[in-house]
């Protein structure tokens, strides 16, 4: 088992490397030879990368059937991602920002397909293809994640829309790939919807994802559904909820589908009923704002479960060495105990034949002079 080497201490102790990319590299340098960590390093190439893109990855999390999807479109205005009344997303799906729409399919053996649409109706066929659950049977297409590019404006600094498949639904495989890409994640918009409310499965969730970052904020989606009224005690319920599992944030009340309709019809009473401008602002104005400063929190927060992943996994490295060590320790003592056992049988089998010995010898020795005085007796009798 190979440690961390004391010759780069000096590395990460001087002065100079005191940013996130100088203790990124040195950690990988002090990793690098040894066997098992491949998984790590390649998640702190990750890191390193996500630091130098500058990127913020916004995943728009929750339940199946919540709206998420419908949000996406709503925010970009434009149809890009499909939708159905039955579950559609199953592949993670990265919208960025370009002047053109293009997209990348990224398979999991890591090879790309390239696609430039020429609208948003032809990207949407093309996407259905790879990210839609009823096309793409349990990822049978082996696809990772897909990357859009489009010229939308609440993209353009640098804010990466994510949107992820839906928890809960009876494709329990697409619950498993939302609960494994979490940790690639800066922020996420968690959508619940007021029908019906929120329910213990999201709470478990919730848990699972504050675990991967600090910056959730959380959308009520589907308000046209109830009267004002109806809202208030709606919004109370969550609120409620919220704060008895430790999470007191706003509460951004929308109807996706309103914002949407409204912005493709350009109806503007409409898309201020939605009330989506707040939640457009917010990403625009404040998180881009703050972009910086979140994405060096969630690298570092990040960061931190790497290493307390890599130093479990060298205690239980330690611990499995250790194991064989006293297993054979343990074999030694009963081999030596063994080992004694057979020197004082073998002793005994040795003392008992040179009891044996001798008494033969002492035999041998009382018959030859009982011969030899039957001899001299049988000569002298001849003789006379």
């Not at 409409?270 to 917010?282: A, L, Q, W």
């Amino acid at each position: 088992m190979v440690g961390f080497h004391p010759g780069h201490q000096s590395g990460i102790q001087d002065a100079s490397c005191n940013n996130l990319e100088c203790i990124v590299s040195y950690i990988i340098q002090s990793i690098s030879d040894l066997n098992g960590y491949q998984y790590h390093i390649e998640n702190l190439n990750d890191l390193l990368k996500k630091h130098k893109q500058q990127n913020l990855y916004l995943a728009v999390v929750g339940q199946v059937k919540r709206g998420k999807s419908t949000l996406i479109n709503a925010i970009i205005g434009e149809e890009i991602l499909p939708f159905s009344i039955i579950p559609v997303t199953a592949i993670p799906t990265f919208l960025k920002y370009a002047e053109s729409l293009m997209a990348n399919i990224v398979f999991l053996d890591s090879k790309k397909q390239k696609f430039v649409a020429s609208d948003a109706q032809q990207m949407r066929d093309f996407l259905s293809q790879y990210i839609v659950e009823e096309k793409n049977p349990e990822n049978k297409l082996k696809v990772s994640y897909v990357e859009v590019f489009l010229p939308a404006d609440v993209l353009k600094e640098g804010i990466v829309l994510i949107d992820t498949p839906g928890i809960g639904s009876t494709y329990l495989h697409n619950t498993e790939t939302t609960l494994n890409f979490l940790p690639k994640c800066d922020a996420a918009l968690f959508v619940t919807s007021v029908d019906p409310p929120v329910t213990e499965v999201e709470i478990d969730f919730l848990k699972r994802l504050s675990s991967h970052m600090k910056e959730i904020y959380f959308i009520l989606n589907k308000i046209d559904y109830l009267s004002e009224k109806e809202l208030a005690v709606s919004e109370k319920f969550f609120r409620d909820v919220l704060k008895k599992n430790g999470f007191d944030t706003e509460i951004f009340l929308i109807s996706a589908k309103m914002a949407f309709t409204g912005k493709k019809e350009k109806d503007k009473e409409m898309v201020e009923k939605s009330r989506i401008e707040k939640i457009e602002k917010f990403i625009t104005s404040v998180i881009a704002r703050n972009k910086k400063q979140m994405i060096e929190e969630s690298l570092r927060n990040k960061l931190d479960n790497i290493v307390s992943d890599i130093l479990t996994t060298m205690e239980i490295e330690i611990k499995s060495l250790n194991m064989p060590v006293k297993e054979l320790e343990g074999k030694l003592n009963f081999l030596r105990e063994q080992f004694a056992g057979f020197e004082r049988e073998k002793n005994m089998i040795l003392d008992s034949l040179e009891g044996d010995r001798n008494r033969l010898h002492q035999d041998l020795e009382e018959y030859s002079e009982e011969i030899r005085k039957k001899s001299k007796a049988y000569f002298e009798a001849i003789i006379k």
